[in-house]
């Protein structure tokens, strides 16, 4: 399946618009990243352990919205965006969506 | 007595470790800037048209960094006086200009020789926390282009366009 943010792809055209297809996922971090992220905090730096957390989260995201892609007959997913909100202290949401097309 | 013995000693190490981390951080950000010059990032919507069509993919690179315990302290004593927050600036420019530089190293790894319709995300992951700051995730993402003739033979000099 073709991924883009924009809106068009070079070289072919839509056949059909399918809509919008979305996924989200929900992650809260484990209280070993916890420890070793306060301890960062005093000291400063990449917190690594939750840039892979969020990486993965989104990752899941994505492979959700795909498969509500797939499920509805997309070939390409054009002009995809995604959002992170903090829903509650420890969880964030990660959101990915965009226009299922079928592309020729 | 204590508690303020326990808060010197962090600044202290605050201070020491952060300023190390930070200038040991924009030495290799500004190496690796250095080494992907030739890859373009550009924020316009519609790439040009050329012919053969290049094909496209999203690349995406993110980053959560943490701001140290000293500079937390002094953007607190700024919260009283307003004004710039210095230490919070580079503590975004550092996050920012990381994540650009994962986006670039994944589209370079896929043989891409542009980044198009770049999209830049903030945002703060640690409120909870007395609410400061403290650390922030960007997300860098982009539609790499990747040039035919490296899409399907695989080997090409890079600097032909």
């Known amino acids: 399946m073709l991924i883009t943010n924009l809106e068009i792809v070079p070289g072919k055209r839509v056949a059909k618009h399918l809509g919008l297809v979305q996924g989200s996922s929900v992650r809260a971090k484990h209280v070993g990243r916890d420890i070793m992220a306060s301890l960062k905090n005093i000291f400063g730096g990449e917190l690594r352990g939750y840039t892979e957390l969020l990486q993965e989260s989104r990752e899941e995201a994505m492979n959700r919205m795909q498969q509500q892609a797939q499920a509805i007959g997309a070939n390409a997913v054009l002009n995809i965006r995604f959002s992170t909100s903090s829903v509650a202290q420890g969880a964030a949401e990660l959101f990915a969506y965009g226009t299922a097309v079928v592309l020729e | ?161």
């Open chain 2, 1 to 161: 007595m204590v508690d303020l013995i326990v808060l010197i000693i962090l600044l202290a190490l605050g201070y020491g470790f952060g300023r190390i981390a930070e200038k040991r951080h924009y030495k290799s950000i500004i190496a690796r800037e250095r080494k992907f010059r030739n890859l373009y990032v550009i924020a316009a919507k519609f790439p040009p048209v050329t012919s053969p069509p290049p094909s496209s993919t999203l690349v995406t690179g993110s980053v959560v960094i943490s701001v140290d315990y000293f500079k937390r302290f002094l953007a607190a004593l700024r919260n009283l006086f307003g004004g710039r927050v210095k230490s919070y600036e580079s503590l975004l420019d550092r996050a920012r200009r990381e994540a650009i530089l994962r986006m670039k190293q994944q589209a370079s790894e896929l043989g891409a020789d542009m980044v198009f319709n770049i999209k830049i995300e903030t945002a703060s992951i640690s409120k909870g926390r007395k609410q400061t700051v403290g650390s922030v995730e960007v997300l860098a993402y982009g539609t790499a282009l990747i040039p035919e003739s490296v899409a399907v033979g695989g080997s090409t000099s890079p600097g032909i366009r």
